[in-house]
Structures are given as C-alpha cells and as structure tokens.
C-alpha cells in the first residue's frame, strides 16, 4: 500500500533481501534517470535477493526513461509476479533479468517476459487511469478496479478502507475509485 511518485532510480526494489513481497502498491514515474520500475540485485558481498513476490502492484515507468520496467540481477529463488498493471507512456516495455554467470534474457514486450519467465499471467500493460490530483487514485471505469486478488495479508488499502471493495481487490494502493466530493444543498451564502 505505498505510492511511490517520481523516483530517479527503481521504484521498488530489493538488494540482498529473502522472502520479500511487494503487493499492492502504486509507483508512478520511475526509473527517469537509472535502474528500472523494479528492481532485485545482490549487495556488495555478492549475496543474491531471493524468493521475491510481485503483485497486484501499478508499476509506470517515467515517460522519458529509456530503463526497463523490471531489472532481475542475479535473483535466486522463486520470483513470483501477477496481477500488475505495467504502464509505459512511450510504449516502450522491456524486461530484464541477469545473471554473472549467463545467460541473460532481454525481452521486449509483456507478452515476452510473460512466456520467458512463466510469470505475470493475469498482468497488464495498459494505462491504469489514475487521478494525480486524488493521490492517484484510480478513476471511475480505470480497469485496475476489481483486477487484482484478494490478498490474505493485505486487507486494508492507504487509506485504510477494507479490502476488497467490490468484487475483488483493486490493484495499487488503493481501494475504490476516485469520486468527486458533491457539491453541497440548501447552502446560503451571506455577506
């Protein structure tokens, strides 16, 4: 449930960790100037992250970055991702994961990453729809709205609404759409 908004470097990330999730957060503008949306690497001593899981997360990458939505580096373990949304404005959608010892997979498309990696089966790329003046909450009829699953260890969003709302858990770090506040009745202005 974290919002992550114009991050330099990855907007999520592990270095050297074990058994990490990241679920349901929402990182907006990322990777404008290194690294990628997400990214796993190893930590001085060269001791890998392991065991990472990666869901119903809205990962967009920073407009002008030329930087990978994802950047797996020496990664041991399981890595399980599904039910994000993957937003690149450009159009732009790559996929990395490295090894010191090879081989190295460098895919371009979600659909690529997908069949390479055997992960991210009910993903998206699509543009997620979020209202930046509402701290990026999706708007009405924004399709990441009862897209994601139903977490057992995330019950509550941002703000702390209750998980889920509507048929399933919303993707991102909020639950519910954006709405306008209504304007008020029966209001008399006096001078």
């Known amino acids: 449930n974290n919002i992550v908004v114009d991050a330099a470097m990855a907007g999520l990330g592990s270095i050297a960790g074990d058994n990490v999730r990241f679920e349901n957060n929402t990182v907006i503008n990322a990777a404008r ?16 992250t392991r065991n990472v899981l990666l869901k119903n997360n809205v990962l967009a990458l920073a407009s002008s970055s030329s930087r ?20 690149s404005p450009s159009g732009r959608y790559a996929f990395w994961r490295e090894s010191p010892s090879g ?17 991210d089966s009910r993903s998206r790329a ?27 260890g995330v019950t509550t969003d941002y703000s702390g609404a209750r998980r889920p709302l509507g048929a399933a858990s919303d993707i991102g770090a909020h639950e519910g759409a954006a709405v306008a506040p209504t304007a008020p009745t029966n209001v008399r202005i006096v001078r």
């Open 33 to 48: 100037s290194g690294q990628a949306v997400f990214r796993a690497a190893p930590n001085q001593y060269q001791t890998p």
């Open 68 to 87: 990978p939505m994802i950047h797996l580096y020496n990664v041991a373990g399981s890595f399980v991702s599904d039910s994000n949304t993957w937003f």
């Open 126 to 152: 699509i543009d997620p729809r979020l209202d930046a003046a509402r701290l990026y909450r999706p708007v009405p009829g924004s399709p990441i709205v009862d897209a994601g699953e139903t977490l057992a």
């Open 103 to 119: 081989p190295n997979s460098y895919w371009s498309s979600l659909e690529a990453w997908r069949s390479g990696m055997n992960v």
